[in-house]
């Protein structure tokens, strides 16, 4: 048994680290938010420079690895510096779609883009009422020669307002939940039909809402068999599910440090807030929680690696996800309390990332959702 | 409140038994942890209520203002107590016969006075407003005055106050129909500023001058007040406070820093703790005093909080001159004062009737609310053990919240018991916030505050106010850290309470 990091993990971690230590601080990130992108251009092609836009892909198609393992080391980092680049939507999600389900010429097409940095995708599959559920798609796709036709809404579409490519999940057959007739379209962000309100969202990231409205695609912009794409969309979800999960525990890592921090040198009643008892005990639960979100979102992350059947992957990801949202309550809301008044303003770090978490928490379905995903499983 | 009346003492559970057995009390109604001790001393039963004989066919009234006042209470205790009134008797009687009912049942008046008050709040409380207040969209300064002044044609505005300075004279449980019924509808409490917090302080200790120019305008809703207490380096130990006044002629000079200063930006006066004395002990060289926004000197800086609302500020005195009437009772009493404020600051924090108001509210999204799999939210089976457990805590904080209105009621300030209130209320409050989100779902991913500002015209996010929900859940972070922090309450309650 060894859990440390190979020497390539260190290398990705600590290049993370750097980047964030010299790139990312606070007042940078909240300058970049407020512009029209809500992402550095610049930094986006830093990360394919760094190489980081590989790390999703295997070697095989060109990349570092594809190992989950590598993405929970980076996501990590980029958690505790909250960044705000479409790296998740993009090359986790539409990336990993593309080269789970494309064939060569989509991935020929596509995936060097994306690793260079010339191609932002984002993946559309929430619906109003799908809630967390991937299967549920009322979006219809009609074939009309050879074209499909595509007719719908979108919710919650991560990074839509910067991708040239939105990945949509579209209903060919079927009823609104079942699994089967299920396919992913590649849509031209800027075709005919496809509108997208766009967004911040609360931890600083952009979305969209996007509709379709009789979107006109070729067939061969069909990712996969016909009505046959549920199996590897849910898959991916989970790799980006462990991928938040990560992420969250970075950020309630940088929560639970200036905590304490925090705690050292804010003093009321003639003394240092942290001597107090009350408060210390707080914290050592805190630490705790950070500390068990870690070990299962490693040990889901080496599930995932491992030659495990769906099912068991599936459930690794639900019980690390679930137990991660728990911690994310705790630690995320210990953090600002004990800060006191300056832990709700805009003005410090721990209030953002507090927001962060908590739209990690949502992010795929929350704890509770994934509690009760884990029992049916 | 009357002064020969009986004497209720509130006290711990543990040393109930010792209160209990010992010869001063005649009648206890024990409900752990609060233990109310009738004093029999100061108690006065009438003739007409002593029925002759050992044996009691019915209930008998105490006949005084204060217990009949207790016992009006929504969740009345109706006393029956033996005929003797004789102290050694009612001690052995008390033991034997301890067949004490408690009813929770309005008398006729009392549901006459909620029809009243239903009434009103139809037909006054204008639609517009809670159209806005459904939305959740926030309400302007103009539009929440504008709410006060129809409160106080109503002569409605001030619950809490005593009749002579305009105050309604009502009963606990006329007060508690009221803010119930308020609360229901989602009519807001008038800000607490002026007439909870700051009014008390003047009937209490002001001058005969000082009710005159201040009260009635609070009453009026003519002058916005804000809450000068806190500063940057005293939070929850205020009474390290530092901002200066320092006595020149007729005047005070004031010098220092406050902050998060609730809505001082639409704020006519502030009430300041400020130091008058720096060479004694930090309580005793504190000053309640009060000075207009409007004097040169003053700036104002926004505090924006994590949900893009500037709803606090940071309050700066530089050479402020406050003519000395304005020093509020003794100087460097004001710590004492302030304490008095913060009790009942306190008391009015429960929140039970939002909190009903919340819950019938995520009833109702949850039913709306599909669950991805063809159902709604309504089915979810951990969603309705969530609903029914906030359900239960809302019902045994209203019965806590009842009993320390009974303590109240009978002339006592608020114990720190008054603190469980405030801890339990700002949690389940905070839980229901959780809840929200959860039902919002990726709806409260949208962090577009300005949706919920009047006069928005850009393009709504999320349907329903469902992208309210993460917003009302970081802002509401703070119920548990203002109005004394829930860990000091603990504290309160750890030294206070339980003596540790
Ligand atoms: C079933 C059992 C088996 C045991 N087996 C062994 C054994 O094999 N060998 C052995 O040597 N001992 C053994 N112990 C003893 C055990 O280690 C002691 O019970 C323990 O150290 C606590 O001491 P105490 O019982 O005197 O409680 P106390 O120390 O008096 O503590 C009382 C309470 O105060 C709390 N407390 C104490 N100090 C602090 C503090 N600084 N801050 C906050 N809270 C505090 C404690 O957590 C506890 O809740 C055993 C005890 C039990 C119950
Ligand atoms: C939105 C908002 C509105 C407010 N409005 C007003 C207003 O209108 N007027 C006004 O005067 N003030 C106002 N306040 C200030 C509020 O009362 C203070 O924030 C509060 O007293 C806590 O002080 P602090 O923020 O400095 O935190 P600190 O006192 O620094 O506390 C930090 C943490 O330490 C904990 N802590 C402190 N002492 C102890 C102890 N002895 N034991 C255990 N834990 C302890 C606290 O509970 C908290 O978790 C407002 C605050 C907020 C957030």
Partial sequence: ?377 | MPSDGPIFETMGGLSAAEKLSSKRSIFAYQLTPLVLVLNPEKAVLSAEDRVPGARLPGRIEVNCEAIRRLCTIRAKFNVRLANSHSYDTHTTLCHRNRRQTVNADFTAEELAFQAEVREFLANEFPAELKQKVDKRIRLSKDEIVGWQKILYKKGWMAPNWPKEYGGTGWTPTQKYIFSTEMGLVGAPEPTPFGVTMVAPVIMAYGTEEQKQRFLPDILESNVWWCQGYSEPNAGSDLASLKTMAVRDGDDYIVNGNKTWNTYGQYADWIFCLVRTDNSVKKQEGISFLLIDMKSPGITLKPIVLLDGHAEVNEVFFDDVRVPAANLIGEENKGWTYAKVLLTHERTNIAGVPRGKRRLASLKRIAAETDDGFGGTMADNADFKAQLAEVEIELQALEYAELRTLAALSVGKAPGPESSILKIVGTELAQKMDEMTVELAGYNCLPFVPEQFEEGFEGEQMGPGSSAAAALSYFNNRKLSIFGGSNEVQRNIISKAVLGL
């Fill in chain 1, 1 to 377: 048994m060894d859990f440390s990091y190979s020497e390539e993990q260190q290398m990705l971690q600590e290049s993370v680290q750097k980047f964030v230590m010299q790139k990312y601080d606070f007042y940078t990130r909240g300058d970049i938010i407020k512009t029209e992108a809500g992402y550095s251009a610049e930094n986006w092609a830093m990360f394919a420079e760094l190489g980081w836009l590989t790390v999703p892909f295997t070697e095989e198609d060109g990349g570092f690895g594809g190992k989950a393992v590598d993405l929970m080391v980076m996501m990590e980092e980029f958690g505790k510096g909250m960044l705000v680049e479409p790296y998740l939507s993009c090359a986790i999600m539409g990336g990993t779609l593309i080269a789970d389900l494309g064939n060569e010429e989509q991935k020929g097409a596509l995936i060097p883009q994306i690793m260079e940095g010339a191609m932002i995708t984002a993946v559309a599959y929430a619906e109003q009422g799908s809630r967390f559920n991937s299967n549920n798609v009322s979006t219809s796709a009609v074939a009309s020669g050879d074209d499909v036709v595509l007719n719908g809404a979108k919710t919650a579409v991560l990074g839509a307002p910067n991708a040239q490519t939105i990945i949509v999940s579209a209903r060919e057959s079927g009823a609104a939940t079942d699994a089967d007739g299920i396919s992913l379209f590649l849509v031209d962000a800027n075709a005919a039909g496809v509108s997208i309100k766009a967004y911040t969202t609360i931890d600083g990231r952009k979305a969209g809402e996007v509709t379709l409205t009789d979107v006109r695609v070729p067939a061969t912009a069909r990712l996969g068999a016909a009505g046959g794409a549920a199996a590897v969309l849910g898959a991916v979800i989970d790799r980006a599910t462990l991928a938040v999960a990560a992420e969250a525990v970075g950020a309630m890592d940088s929560l639970l440090t200036k905590t304490v921090e925090y705690s050292k040198t804010r003093k009321q009643f003639g003394t240092a807030i942290g001597t107090f008892q009350a408060l210390q005990h707080r914290m050592a639960d805190m630490f705790i929680q950070c500390q068990l979100a870690r070990s299962i979102v490693v040990r889901a992350a080496m599930i995932l690696d491992s030659d495990e059947d769906a099912v068991s992957k599936a459930r690794a990801v639900s019980s690390a996800k679930s137990r991660v949202g728990k911690a994310i309550r705790k630690v995320g809301q210990e953090a600002v309390q004990i800060h006191g008044g300056i832990g709700v303003t805009d003005e410090l770090d721990v209030g953002h990332l507090f927001k962060r978490v908590t739209a990690l928490d949502l992010m795929f379905g929350n704890a509770e959702y994934h509690l009760q995903r884990f029992a049916s499983l």
